[in-house]
């Protein structure tokens, strides 16, 4: 009955390779997001999606792209790794509060090694 | 803007001290404001947080935090650390809005070492 889920666990590869990171939440939230922890423990939000739009888009390489299915799912897709996108990475839910207030939900990472 | 500010980047205490992580925080409205707790090779872990209500916060694992709005802090305590305490801590702040979906703003982090 986990609340936010990601597979793989653990994803490595080597450079030039297309990747897919899968995220999964039962909470019934309308609102997913992408967080990349760098090595220095700094978390930076990627994407978000509110009912399958994208309504924060922060500056990252259009190699990243996100995909929501549905409200449940939002995944991840890396085309031409790189070697400095190693790094774990997170997905997230929340609920929109009428007051606008929310808490986010975190899955329990990725980490992504690219040779 | 929102932003947030770890004040320590490391702390360190004795098993069975207080433990205070600090955080001071600037929003354009009234924010919510979060601790997660990120345990060496592990996920994200919510430790509590603050959403208008009662200005002190419990939180899991014996932990608390207050809201000080004069002051724009919202440090972190614990009575006394236990050697599991050990670990990387980040406090948050987050604005949202009607149409949802949230900026949500994470510090540095703190990392908290407990020597026995």
């Known amino acids: 009955d986990t609340a936010v889920s990601q597979t793989p666990k653990y994803l490595v590869t080597q450079m030039g390779n297309d990747k897919s990171i899968k995220c999964e939440q039962n909470?019934?939230?309308?609102?997913m997001y992408w967080y990349k922890q760098d090595s220095k423990k700094f978390l930076k939000i990627m994407f978000s999606y509110n009912n399958k739009e994208l309504i924060i888009n922060e500056t990252v390489p259009n190699r990243f792209s996100p995909k929501s299915p549905d409200k449940a799912h939002l995944n991840l897709h890396i085309n031409s790794l790189e070697l400095g996108d190693s790094a774990v990475y997170f997905c997230?839910?929340?609920?929109?509060?009428?007051?606008?207030?929310?808490?986010?939900?975190f899955g329990p990472g990725t980490r992504l090694l690219v040779l | 803007a929102q932003s947030v500010t770890q004040l320590d980047s490391h702390v360190s205490v004795s098993e069975g001290t207080p433990v205070l992580l600090r955080c001071n925080y600037s929003s354009s409205y009234s924010p919510s404001l979060f601790w997660y707790v990120q345990h060496p090779n592990k996920g994200l872990q919510l430790l509590l947080k603050?959403?208008?209500?009662?200005?002190l916060v419990k939180g899991i694992n014996g932990f608390e935090a207050e809201f000080k709005k004069s002051e724009t802090s919202f440090h972190l305590t614990k009575p006394s650390a236990h050697m599991s305490d050990a670990a990387e801590y980040f406090c948050v702040v987050s604005e949202g809005g009607n149409t949802g979906g949230f900026k949500t703003i994470f510090g540095a982090g703190t990392r908290l070492f407990v020597k026995a």
């Open positions: 603050y959403t208008s209500a009662a200005t």
């Open positions: 909470l019934g939230h309308d609102t």
């Open positions: 997230a839910s929340s609920l929109s509060l009428p007051d606008g207030r929310e808490t986010q939900y």
